[in-house]
């Protein structure tokens, strides 16, 4: 089976820097994945790793370390537009999602 | 390119009775899978269709179905409606390998009363 495991909420200052955690214990790992989802709308594809190590796409960086079975998405410059949910999703044979994180970014 | 488009967006059923949700992925993709989300739950696997064929299955009753048809749009059909089943329902659409992108519609909220 899957756990996945993620903070309920995060808050946060426009400008800042956040860090969004997530652990996982799987049976099978195909790569893990992050979305953002904003209230009301669909999930937005944000990165993919899949080797351990550090990918950076922009403002927006996810790391992975699969022996530790840990994974983060980090947030630089945040602006109020970045206030949404952050899933966190580990793909097997099918794709397992985290509870996610409700980020709250604050002026 | 288009993307995944659901229908309808919006739906209200009583108890008992069945409704068929429709999922038109981006061209292209063969791959479409099913999501309930609750703010309890947050969003589970219901299936996956790849090629007309159901390729995996999570855990929902059987009152939970699905089908894709030749043209890679899916249906997913629940009978005998629970008050339980009110959610948010997401389809998405990828080319097909299990460490592809899912690209998801923007869902079809079901309200159960």
């Known amino acids: 089976g899957q756990n996945i495991d993620q903070p309920t909420e995060m808050t946060a200052t426009e400008g800042a820097i956040v860090q969004i955690n997530c652990t996982y214990q799987?049976?099978?790992?195909?790569?893990l994945f992050w979305y953002q989802q904003h209230a009301g709308e669909a999930p937005t594809f944000l990165s993919y790793n899949v080797l351990d190590g550090l990918e950076e796409k922009g403002r927006f960086s996810s790391f992975l370390s699969r022996s530790k079975g840990y994974s983060y998405l980090l947030l630089k410059e945040l602006q109020m537009k970045d206030s949404a949910s952050y899933l966190c999703?580990?793909?097997?044979?099918?794709?397992?999602f985290g509870k996610g994180t409700m980020l709250l970014v604050s002026p | 390119k288009a993307g995944v488009t659901q229908t309808p967006r919006y739906l209200i059923k009583t108890r008992g009775q069945q409704v068929t949700l429709s999922c038109s992925p981006i061209?292209?993709?063969?791959?479409v899978s099913w999501y309930q989300q609750t703010p309890g739950q947050g969003l589970q696997f219901l299936f996956e269709?790849?090629?007309?064929?159901?390729?995996n299955k999570g855990n929902f009753p059987g009152r939970f179905s699905g089908r894709q048809f030749s043209n890679s749009r899916s249906e997913m059909n629940v009978s005998t409606l629970e008050l339980g089943d009110s959610a948010l329902y997401l389809c998405a659409s990828s080319l097909g390998l299990t460490t592809d992108t899912q690209y998801f519609g923007p869902g079809t909220r079901l309200t159960v009363l």
């Open positions: 999703a580990v793909g097997d044979s099918t794709l397992t």
């Open positions: 799987t049976s099978g790992f195909n790569g």
């Open positions: 061209s292209g993709h063969r791959s």
């Open positions: 269709y790849f090629s007309e064929t159901q390729r």
